[in-house]
């Protein structure tokens, strides 16, 4: 696995404030699919999200890679210091299922 860049830590507040606005879909409702952040160690973040937040096509039951890409670009142009995980997926909590996203801020400018 390739090496990690460093993540420098921010508020709480502030990497949530910033993760809910990115999941919120102007086109579908306007309120954020937002639902739970977990942070790391090494200053990185997961976020958890309602499944809603993507809008599927009539027979598809999960969202397209192309759907996944455009909300790691949608970040990245909010936010050019954030580092987006190639991966992704879905996990249960309880008896609701979330999507999660990994994500962290680069610790040196580029």
């Avoid at 096509?57 to 949608?74: T, V």
């Avoid at 609701?96 to 801020?105: A, E, H, I, K, S």
Wanted: hydrophobic share 35%; glycine share 2%.
């Amino acid at each position: 696995m390739k090496d990690l860049p460093d993540f420098r830590a921010r508020s709480r507040e502030n990497v949530i404030v910033y993760i809910s606005r990115m999941l919120t879909n102007e086109h579908h409702a306007e309120e954020s699919q937002y639902h739970d952040l977990i942070e790391y160690p090494d200053d990185h973040y997961r976020v958890l999200f309602n499944p809603q937040f993507f809008v599927l096509a009539a027979g598809q039951d999960q969202p397209s890679k192309s759907q996944w890409n455009s909300l790691k670009k949608k970040m990245k142009r909010h936010d050019d210091q954030v580092f987006v995980f190639k991966d992704y997926g879905e996990t249960q909590d309880a008896d609701q299922r979330y999507y999660y996203l990994d994500f962290g801020f680069f610790a040196h400018r580029l």
